[in-house]
């Protein structure tokens, strides 16, 4: 096996913490920041693998953003040092002509920050410098900044009457499902890992009725909300349920969210934005310390997606 120098997850003290520290410039309308909004300026750099550079590259790609934000794609797997472009010929971005994200964070004034090399981040082509990496602002203003280069199609992912619950539901959700399936994983002690396993499936056992009824999970239309959450569902399966002991159930045996994700897979298209084999191979072959030997599993078999989801009559698109 080759010789890794990936990092360690598992929390030494028992309760997983994520590391919240972001570069928090903002690309906006007026450029009060430095970084005005323009078409062909910037690059969003993202892993396939990751589930919050997942909620950038779908709004993205719900608000037809694709020819006005250019896209670079690292290789799944990433060692302590940094993402690297290792898809790319030569293993070089073709528009920033770097191999590593990292020579994107250390060009910045003042070089790395703290917040350390992840993805998504957002790269200026005219001085190769990554302008943000947080996650939680970039989707935001790709909605309400970039309103002028959106598509005439541009469903309102974030409606004013509607965002206080949006917010709401989405705290609940990042707190004990997006977040709580790393929580499970990387838990350093039973207690904690108890605890996040249970409040995970509780959570999932509540949104199974929330959609019952209904279509999306805020208002009658697709949301940040249901952005946000997807990308946990989509790699349920894959990574979690194994490599995370995410165990209770598999996606597959909650009927209602099952169909949820199986909707925004074929209608919105979000199945176009997936890859499952980089989700597998970042997973089981990064956190070495959860899997040491590396080895990625074959399955789950996931033709199921494309099957009727019979969500139509819960109302309209
Ligand atoms: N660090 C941010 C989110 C972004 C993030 O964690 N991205 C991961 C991939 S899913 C990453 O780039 N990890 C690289 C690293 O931590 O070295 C947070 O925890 O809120």
Redesign the pocket.
């Known amino acids: 096996m080759a010789e890794t120098k990936a990092?360690s997850y598992v929390a030494q003290d028992g309760s997983y913490e994520?590391?919240?520290r972001?570069i928090e410039t903002r690309i906006t309308r007026d450029g009060e920041d430095g970084f005005a909004v323009e078409p062909g300026r910037y690059r969003l750099v993202v892993?396939r693998?990751?589930?919050?550079?997942h909620r950038a590259i779908l709004t993205r790609m719900l608000l037809g953003l694709d020819d006005v934000l250019s896209m670079g794609v690292c290789g799944p797997v990433?060692d302590?040092d940094s993402?690297t472009f290792d898809l790319d010929p030569g293993g070089v971005d073709p528009v920033l002509g770097i191999p590593k994200l990292k020579d994107a964070y250390d060009a910045r004034p003042g070089g790395m920050t703290e917040?350390?090399?992840?993805?998504?981040a957002i790269v200026d082509t005219t001085t190769g410098q990554v302008v943000t990496?947080d996650?939680h602002q970039i989707v935001k203003d790709l909605v309400t900044e970039w309103t002028d280069h959106q598509g005439a199609t541009a469903p309102d992912l974030w409606p004013e009457d509607l965002r206080v619950e949006i917010e709401k539901m989405s705290d609940l959700n990042y707190r004990e499902v997006n977040n709580g399936v790393y929580r499970c994983g990387f838990a350093g002690s039973q207690e904690a890992y108890d605890d996040a396993y249970d409040r995970l499936f509780a959570r999932l056992a509540v949104l199974e009725e929330h959609l019952a009824s209904r279509r999306y999970l805020v208002g009658d239309q697709l949301t940040l909300a249901d952005v946000r959450l997807w990308p946990t569902l989509v790699r349920f399966d894959a990574a979690y349920h194994g490599h995370f002991k995410c165990n209770l159930r598999k996606l597959t045996e909650m009927p209602v969210l099952w169909a949820y994700a199986r909707d925004l897979w074929q209608t919105w298209d979000f199945g176009s934005t997936v890859d499952l084999e980089h989700v597998k191979a970042h997973y089981y072959a990064t956190h070495l310390d959860i899997n040491p030997t590396g080895i990625v599993p074959k399955g789950p078999d996931t033709s199921g997606w494309e099957e009727p989801h019979g969500r139509d009559s819960l109302g309209p698109r």
């Open positions: 990092g994520r590391k919240t972001y892993s693998a990751c589930p919050w550079a990433h302590q993402w917040s350390g090399v992840t993805v998504p990496n996650f």
